[in-house]
């Protein structure tokens, strides 16, 4: 039974906060222009996870509003935001993270979602059910997945 | 609009995949003979927006899903208008009474009905959504049970009303004693609602035309409904509708029937007045 015992751990772990070493959603600082120098984590994320991240409807859901042309495997991508290829000439890690976290702070008003808060909301539901949920919510992405995406858009060169 | 075209130009330049994404300019004529407007200037109490032209959700489908609400015998909500019509025969409750014996045929009595709904109300001094005017007979005409204010039932009779309309132009009054809801409904459909934070209107309004993974985006027009979805195969009413759109947003929803869905159908069904009533339509 001991494996079992530790999952369930850690579970709780990441849902009652940050696992150690993490920052938590509402320790971000942000810059003046909305970026997040410090990693989340503190380790190098995924690019490939990234990727995985974005593409998955259940996870990211990303390219329901962008298109991005190296994740074309994955069908149906949106027209709502800007093109990603070539976000990572575009943007710094810095400004990436600060995107992924919460949007508005780089674009105030924007429609794209804060990945990386837990509260604030307007009539906060949980998940999909269109039932209350109590804030603070689990945040869209976990620390590790942004760092991931991160990653991954830095990966994402024209030039 | 001058932004969206150039956004629009831009975007079939890059890629002339995405050309196709915009509405059509394809015209809607039921049976041969009944002319709709899908689209048409928007009224001027959307002056503060830029949204210039209203269009039916029609527009946004693809050519197949169109062409099934060009016959009669080809929509499928056709068939839920004949259910709704024995339902309208069929007396129940503790009056023996059926819809008929106080309006005779729904050809008679209901040409015009759904274009004005939802309406004021003096006698019950609030704003009434057709679901509630037809629960309201059943229970003090009837003495009947209320429908379920989105079964099928509900839908099936709206369906039957609708039809007696098609082609009339929506025309609800937004101001007198129901301004006060309508713009409780517009301050609704600008509301950032659950962990995604949107709004009807960053979809409908600012982003209509545009791919949403799978989905084109309409204007997220009433005029519509009931609408018959291929998706789950029957009669979709406009709460129903909503309470989807809300839940999309990861928000805890409005429930059908309640004040503040009452409200936003009474402010988008006046986005769309002057689109001709078109129920039941055909949407996937």
Redesign the interface.
């Known amino acids: 039974m001991k494996p079992l015992i530790t999952t369930a751990l850690a579970v709780l772990a990441t849902s009652a906060a940050a696992t150690a070493g993490e920052v938590a959603p509402k320790d971000v600082t942000f810059g003046e222009y909305g970026a997040v120098e410090q990693s989340l984590t503190g380790k190098p994320g995924d690019p490939e996870n990234g990727a995985l991240v974005m593409k998955t ?1 259940s996870v990211g ?1 990303c ?3 962008h ?1 991005v042309s190296a994740l074309k495997d994955a ?6 935001g800007p ?1 990603l290829d070539g976000a990572g000439d575009r943007w710094s890690e810095a400004q990436l993270r600060g995107l992924l976290v919460n949007a508005k702070k780089t674009f105030p008003g924007t ?1 794209m ?2 990945y990386y808060k837990v509260d604030g ?13 109590e804030e603070p ?1 689990p945040p ?1 992405l976990t620390a590790q997945q942004v760092e991931d995406v991160v990653a991954f858009l830095s990966t994402q060169k024209e030039q | 609009m001058k932004t969206r075209t150039l956004t629009a130009v831009a975007a079939m330049l890059l890629a002339p995949g995405f050309a196709m994404a915009d509405p059509d300019d394809d015209t809607l004529v039921v049976n041969g003979e009944i002319e709709m407007v899908t689209k048409t200037e928007a009224p001027d109490h959307m002056s503060d927006t830029y949204v210039d032209t209203i269009m039916s959700g029609w527009h946004f489908r693809s050519d197949e899903t169109q062409s099934l609400q060009m016959d009669d015998f080809d929509n499928s909500g056709m068939v839920f208008v004949d259910i709704g019509r024995d339902q309208w025969n069929t007396a129940e409750g503790g009056e023996g009474k059926s819809c008929a014996s106080c309006h005779g045929t729904p050809e008679e009595s209901m040409e015009g009905v759904r274009a004005t709904y939802p309406k004021w109300d003096a006698e019950a001094d609030e704003v009434q959504t057709l679901a509630m005017q037809v629960n309201d007979c059943r229970k003090s005409r009837m003495d009947a049970e209320p429908y379920g204010y989105t079964s099928g039932e509900m839908a099936n009779i709206e369906a039957l009303i609708a039809v007696q309309s098609r082609g009339m132009p929506v025309n609800v009054a937004i101001d007198g004693p129901v301004s006060e809801t309508w713009e409780r409904g517009k301050e609704l459909y600008y509301t950032r609602t659950g962990q995604l934070e949107l709004s009807c209107a960053n979809c409908h309004e600012d982003n209509y035309g545009n791919m949403i993974r799978a989905d084109h985006l309409s204007q997220g027009q009433i005029n519509g409904f009931p609408v018959y979805r291929l998706k789950n195969a029957k009669l979709n009413t406009v709460h129903a509708r909503f309470k989807g759109c809300v839940r999309d947003t990861r928000a805890e929803t409005y429930k059908p029937g309640s004040p503040e869905f009452v409200a936003l159908e009474l402010y988008v069904a006046s986005r769309g007045n002057g689109l001709s009533v078109e129920g039941p339509s055909v949407r996937n």
Do not use: Q
């Not at chain 1, 069908?75 to 709502?80: A, L, Q, S, T």
């Not at chain 1, 998940?127 to 949920?133: E, L, Q, S």
């Open positions: 409807k859901n390219i329901s509003c298109e069908p149906f991508h949106g027209e709502i093109i429609m979602p804060a909301y307007v009539r906060p539901g949980d998940a999909f059910t269109g039932k209350a949920a919510l869209l």
